[in-house]
């Protein structure tokens, strides 16, 4: 697929340097394209890069060391279980990581936790619960079901 950069509605390509930046990478073009939506929703400034494997997202990472947040597929190409959350939070622990999954077992939520993810978002929240979880931890702190 490649990556995607998008710029919210209210932002011309001159102005792509301005607003908070946030790398969404889901292999599912749908679930990734409704994740950019609800995040470019909560703030006409924000920048949306979306990839399609973990290997992508990494390169996005290490181009764009401005980002803020990264939503994480957990089963998505290139991410082998928890070990591509924990190379990245070895890597970059300055970057808040939100697991995004189809996978809801308590277990599975709470060792995305002790690998340092900032949240977990179960594949079948609704819209507004995906907003909270997205602003809670660009605001600082944690969400998980």
Do not use: C, W
């Not at 792509?16 to 749908?30: F, K």
Request: aromatic share 6%; glycine share 8%.
């Amino acid at each position: 697929m490649g990556i995607i950069e998008h710029k919210t509605k209210k932002q011309g390509f001159g102005k792509m340097s301005q607003g908070r930046l946030i790398i969404v990478a889901d292999d599912h073009p749908l679930f990734r394209v409704a994740l950019s939506q609800a995040i470019a929703s909560l703030d006409p400034q924000i920048r949306i890069i979306e990839t399609s494997d973990y290997d992508e997202a990494y390169a996005a990472l290490g181009r764009h060391q401005d980002a803020e947040l990264m939503v994480l597929d957990l089963n998505m190409p290139g991410m082998r279980g928890f070990s591509g959350l924990v190379y990245l939070r070895a890597d970059q622990p300055q970057i808040p990581v939100i697991i995004v999954s189809a996978i809801e077992d308590d277990d599975v939520i709470r060792s995305a936790a002790s690998f340092g993810a900032s949240g977990y978002i179960p594949k079948s929240s609704s819209l507004r619960e995906i907003k909270e979880a997205i602003e809670k931890v660009l605001s600082g702190e944690t969400s998980f079901p």
